[in-house]
């Protein structure tokens, strides 16, 4: 086993992308132990075989569809007439947008790429200083994954068995927390700085409500899918993709064969880099647990107390921390065998189990050293990294507090969906 560590240790340490590293180690593991050669094909494909899993290459679709079809562009204008009248009206539109479009994507990365872009040409155009306008991009397209759909946790209802529609509706509340209190910290900032903000015309909003409706309407029809029971999550991503590919190609017609080409091929991309990290995590996963390294790790955090409130903060911390190194789905897949019991064991809900888990996860997207979203906005924004590492600080504190309020007070993620879904 010390060889199977060392392989993972040194492949991630040298630059390996880190779906290679885990099925490399994994792969030296299983030869290591002389587990049937059979073995590793059989998991790694077991891994990625769920209907459920669909949802995730379709969801990507979508995102790239919208940001290809300049929906997002009519949604973060939409959100400029509704919010920009406030102190720092811009950075309280990227807010409010990143909030429509993660009903949309569900990912993170697209939020930071496609509305990124906008959001930041708009800003730092009307007067707002460069690493401000990162730091809110960067930090706002957290909500993303958070606000239903969402793609981690959709891997985390595969792995748990837990209702993913249960888990979408469970981000609703979290999710609007999250830009709520992102707005609290934009308006003090905005005060303090002298940002500047536009004026408010009912005309003008009225106007651009209806020029961006049919974009605004997308997390209203999933949402009400969820709740009334007319599709599966699997079914909402095929609809999302349907429904963006009409707006973008007869509605307003913005997208033409060539850039229907890339979104294909870019969603490709994105979506086999993440079934193969889940995939090559599920044969790592399996030799973890069959050599009982995953009880030795969960029997240490319960040695450490038995409180579930001090079991939680020490899963926050150790998240965190991973989430500072690597991707969602690589630690969703490698950690929830280690985690799951140990929240079975003090009895915790598994729905606002797995908010916690996946709000640690998406905080870690957007942390120093290497959160993909960082990379996306520095590029966007042609900003350098250390520039960027500290103006988008002060950033976190308001996600730390959300995290930490639905850690504590499981209602705020359960309340919703037990109230609304019953199966």
Known sequence: MIAFFVVFVILLVIGVPISISIGASAVVGCLWLDY???V???????????????????????????????ITERIFNFAKELVGWVPGGLGHANVVASIIFAGMSGSAAADAGGLGTI????????????EFSAGITVTSSVIGPIFPPSIPLIIYGSIASVSVSQL??????????????????VFIMALKRGYPRTSFHVL????????????????????????????????ASSI????ALVIAVVVYRNMDWKSFKKCLLDSALTSANTLFIIGSSTLFSYVLIREGISTQIAQFILEISSNPHVCLLVINVLLLILGMFMEPGAILTLMLPVL?????GLSLDMVHFGLVIVLNLMIGQVTPPFGVCLFIVADVAKLELNKLYRSMLPFLIPLVIVLFLITYVPEIVTWLPYSLITK
């Not at 959001?119 to 460069?130: F, I, L, P, Q, R």
């Not at 509340?173 to 209190?181: D, E, I, N, R, S």
């Not at 799951?340 to 079975?344: F, H, R, S, T």
């Open 36 to 38: 049937p050669l059979m």
């Open 40 to 70: 590793i094909g059989q998991k790694m494909v077991s891994g990625i075989d769920s209907f459920l899993l669909i949802a995730i290459p379709l969801f990507v679709l979508a995102g790239n569809l919208m940001n290809a079809g300049k």
């Open 119 to 130: 959001e930041m040409e708009a800003m730092t155009t009307n007067g707002y200083d460069k």
């Open 168 to 185: 979408f509706m469970g981000g609703v509340v979290p999710g609007l927390l999250m830009g709520l209190a992102l707005m609290i910290l």
């Open 204 to 235: 003008a909003l009225i106007k651009q409500f209806f020029a961006s409706i049919l974009s605004i309407i997308t997390p209203l029809i999933i949402l009400s899918g969820f709740t009334l029971g007319w599709f599966t999550p699997t079914e």
């Open 240 to 243: 999302a993709v349907g429904y």
């Open 340 to 344: 799951i019991p140990i929240a079975q």
